[in-house]
């Protein structure tokens, strides 16, 4: 009876504990903070920020963060923000949470970067706050400023120059936004030149780059006649904006050369242009009031163009002392030894590039040339040899080339030029220099033969001449020169 009675008890007392509910189990809040401070450059356009969590989420909930910044409006986020704040949705069980920037790359040159301060504001059930609650991401601009610089140090125009002079300043890279240019002039006299653009009444250019720009230019154009003596002028950039810095050549002088007294250069040589199927080339002649030649404007058109100007500077004792290639942006220096120039060296930036040794035969004409080219071991090494002969009269009659054959103590010919026969009348234009102003054609060649690479080409010129006897016209199968006179 009392078993029966403790077993009702038990059975009783069981179900009394199945109806009472069990508590819950206590759950663990997953820790949520930002990594280390973050930047990216402007043209990423794109950044994703994360949030760290120490586990799993244990339940599905939300973080809310803070955007603050001056460029709020420059950025977009997913998910969105609304005035700076974003609500990052979380799932339980992800193991962290993240949200996109995403911004435009521009070609401003912005002066500093855009920083923008993020914190976490609000956290949702089953989560609390770590350590780096805050953190800051930055966008740095990626247009570095290119420089702008005048190509060399000083130039010479004549005031003949009726169609101007363009003076191109490269950049050191394409612009990568819109900037300017001020240069500044001294000397500046608008009766005697001006330039395009127009210089103000300070004497200062503004010049404009745009994107993509590699390089700023103007024109300067004198004003002929109204010279008088030759003037210097001194251009500075004095100042610059946006995407372009002062380069390393800041400073340019140029020296308008005053060729209005040209009463001593009467038929002297001007010009001449030769032209056969697609090329053509032509040089144009100016003299210094001695009458010495003084520069050489020279163009090629094979069709590509090629132009520039050779200046001759001369010793005291008229020999021809240096040669500027305003091109090449070279000086060749000549030598000279009891009255004859034996050697000439090509330079640029004080370097020597190439040499030539020269020699003269029993009537003083110049029989030989040996040419030297600088080696990338900086040594020299030998690479033509020019031999010359000539008529009686010093006219030129046969100019070959060689070449050093190597391992060999020998030479290979590899052209031949040849002068058969010259008219009696006077050759303004002597085409063939190998020193200049030591003339090799004083008469009018009447034919030329060329040997070279297998070919056998001869030449017969007919002339066409002025009332003063002077040639105007040069004709061969093929080809025609002009030629024009002071």
């Known amino acids: 009876m009392i078993a029966g009675i403790m077993m009702v008890l038990a059975i009783a007392g069981c179900s009394e504990d199945d109806d009472v509910s069990n508590p819950p189990a206590q759950i663990t809040a997953s820790t949520v903070q930002f990594g280390p401070d973050e930047s990216e450059t402007e043209n990423a356009q794109l950044h994703t920020i994360e949030l760290i969590f120490d586990k799993a989420a244990p339940l599905s909930g939300e973080i809310e963060l803070e955007i603050i910044s001056a460029f709020l409006e420059d950025i977009q986020t997913t998910p969105a923000h609304t005035n700076g704040v974003v609500l990052i949705p979380v799932s339980k069980g992800d193991e962290n949470a993240s949200f996109t920037l995403t911004w435009t790359d521009d070609d401003v040159i912005n002066d500093i970067d855009r920083v923008f301060f993020l914190e976490i504001t609000h956290l949702s059930n089953g989560f609390t706050y770590g350590e780096n609650k805050s953190a800051i991401f930055s966008i740095s601009d990626n247009e570095a400023q290119v420089m702008v610089s005048f190509p060399r140090n000083n130039m010479e125009i004549s005031e003949n120059e009726s169609g101007g002079v363009d003076i191109v300043m490269p950049l050191s890279g394409p612009a990568r936004g819109n900037g300017t240019a001020t240069i500044q002039l001294e000397g500046f006299d608008e009766s005697k ?157 004080s370097i020597v590039k190439s040499y030539a040794e020269y020699d003269y035969d029993e009537a003083g004409n110049v029989g030989a040339k040996a040419l030297y080219h600088r080696q990338s071991n900086g040594s020299f090494k030998l690479n033509f040899v020019f031999i010359n002969l000539y008529f009686t009269d010093g006219n030129l009659f046969n100019q070959m080339v060689f070449v050093p054959i190597d391992a060999q103590d020998d030479y290979a010919l590899i052209e031949t030029r040849t002068y058969n026969s010259y008219l009696t009348t006077d050759n303004p234009f002597s085409e063939i220099e190998i020193i200049p102003g030591i003339v090799t054609q004083h008469k009018l060649p009447a034919s030329y033969r060329l040997e070279k690479e297998g070919v056998d080409l001869i030449y017969n010129f007919s002339y066409t001449y002025n009332s003063a006897g002077k040639p105007v016209q040069r004709s061969t199968t093929g080809e025609t020169t002009t030629y024009t006179y002071y």
């Open 193 to 349: 030149f001006t330039t395009v653009p127009a210089y103000d009444g300070n004497g200062q250019i503004e010049l404009e780059a745009s994107h993509g720009f590699s390089a700023l230019g103007f024109k300067i154009i004198p004003i002929a006649d109204n010279i008088g003596s030759d003037m210097d002028i001194r251009f500075d950039i004095i100042g610059t904006s946006g995407s372009l810095t002062i380069g390393h050549k800041p400073s340019f002088q140029v020296k308008i050369l005053a060729t209005n007294n040209n009463s001593g250069l009467s038929g002297k040589a001007k010009s001449y242009e030769t032209s056969a199927g697609g090329w053509k080339s032509s040089k144009t002649y100016e003299y210094a009031e001695d009458g010495r030649l003084f520069k050489v404007h020279w163009k090629t058109e094979t069709p590509a163009l090629k132009q520039g100007t050779n200046t001759y500077y001369y010793a005291a004792n008229g020999l021809i002392e240096r040669i500027n290639y305003s091109l090449e942006q070279e000086d060749e220096y000549f030598y000279q030894e009891n009255g004859r120039i034996v050697k000439s060296e090509i330079k640029a930036n």
